[in-house]
């Protein structure tokens, strides 16, 4: 587990997309950004590449909106399809985290740590986007444990 972890937590909206990153360790992630979305080769495209660039991104973490009963609606759909471009264009890996009621997880703790504006949408993509990463950094760190405790065995 002394690998250097390197993921791009993204909370992909239909007007902006909230940006997270990781520590190298893979034990903390934190919202970096929120970039609005707008056509795909204009800013949005450049600023995520400065991202990826900068801090040396070797896989993106995306939320991917299962509905309530568990299947893929037309919003993850629009999801899956904008992702697949952006993994494309940066040559990168991606894997998917259930993000079922994770803006509403970050307005609760926006709200908790008394930083909650609805007015301020992009804050919320940002705060979901670090909840979809830490979920990510945490599964990964428990099933690196299983997998270390049967190669004990």
Known sequence: ?????AAL??????????????DGTGLIATGITTIARTSFASRYRMRVVAIVEEREITLLVVGLPYSMSGNLGSQAKEVQKFTKRVATALNLPVEYVDERLTSVEAEMQL???????????????????????????????????????????
């Open 9 to 22: 937590g993204l909370d992909v909206g239909r007007k902006r997309v909230g940006v997270a990153g990781c």
């Open 1 to 5: 587990m002394g690998d250097r972890v």
């Open 111 to 153: 709200k908790a740590q008394k930083r909650f504006s609805t007015y301020n949408k992009g804050m919320i993509d940002k705060q979901a986007a670090k909840i979809i990463l830490q979920q990510w950094l945490d599964e990964r760190r428990q099933r690196n444990s299983r997998i270390n405790k049967l190669n004990e065995e």
